[in-house]
């Protein structure tokens, strides 16, 4: 795996330098992510970013939301989102991603790569997060890990064997993306086009939108974090 992720590095960089940027366009992503992301990044134990809730609400959401009763749009993991992580990001002021990322602990980084690659998977598929989300890309294999959900770290393992060898083709497609002199319609179909660049996503996408297989990957998250509530937030 560390060999796969060596080369990965090398070659995914080219995601972050596609383009020539004015100075207020650099100004404005200094903010924005520079590095590839490993939850093994910074702070790992000490809570230096987090919010207040109380014992009471948190009890209160194990008694509304019961896993026998599950709702993919409105679950625990959903509750924990709006307030153990938008909040505790809102609170913290931080708006460079670099510094925030160094500074959550492991348990909230794993959540963070978690929310990007369900968000853009569930949007638009794996390869849409891998497009968007290239920061993520590592972070999102050490997930599945910690989160021992043996399936998608096998199957997306698969999925970086096979970005090993097409980073360069994907990114002259994003290159041609962020080419804002060109027409929209090429833009777009050069984004589209990378779909068939990756076909071991497929395999992720046949069971991932399933809802019983979103069940368990939500409760397995909304375990973790129940497991380790104290590396997400200040009980008073």
Sequence with gaps: MKILIGIIIIGIAIFFFTRKKSNSEQNEESKLPTKLYSLNDGNQSELLISTKVSQD???????????????????????????????????????????????????????????SFNGDTDNGGVYQFIFNRPEFIIATAETWEELEIEKLETDYNAVLNELTGKTLKIGE?????????????????????????????????????????KKMVHKKVADYIESNIDKFVIIQ
Excluded: C
């Excluded at 609400?57 to 019961?66: A, F, P, V």
């Excluded at 319609?185 to 992720?204: M, P, Q, V």
């Design 57 to 115: 609400w948190l009890d209160s959401i194990k008694n509304k939301y019961d896993w026998n009763n599950f709702n993919e749009y409105d679950n625990r993991m959903w509750e924990y989102m709006y307030k153990l992580f938008d909040e505790t990001i809102e609170k913290s002021g931080i708006e460079s991603y670099d510094e925030l990322w160094s500074k959550l602990t492991r348990q909230q980084k794993m959540f963070w790569a978690f929310l």
């Design 173 to 213: 497609l994003k290159s041609v993306f962020n080419d804002e002199s060109k027409s929209w319609n090429k833009r777009w179909n050069s984004f589209a086009d990378g779909y068939k660049e990756l076909k071991s996503t497929e395999k992720i996408e046949s069971y991932y939108y399933d809802k019983e297989f």
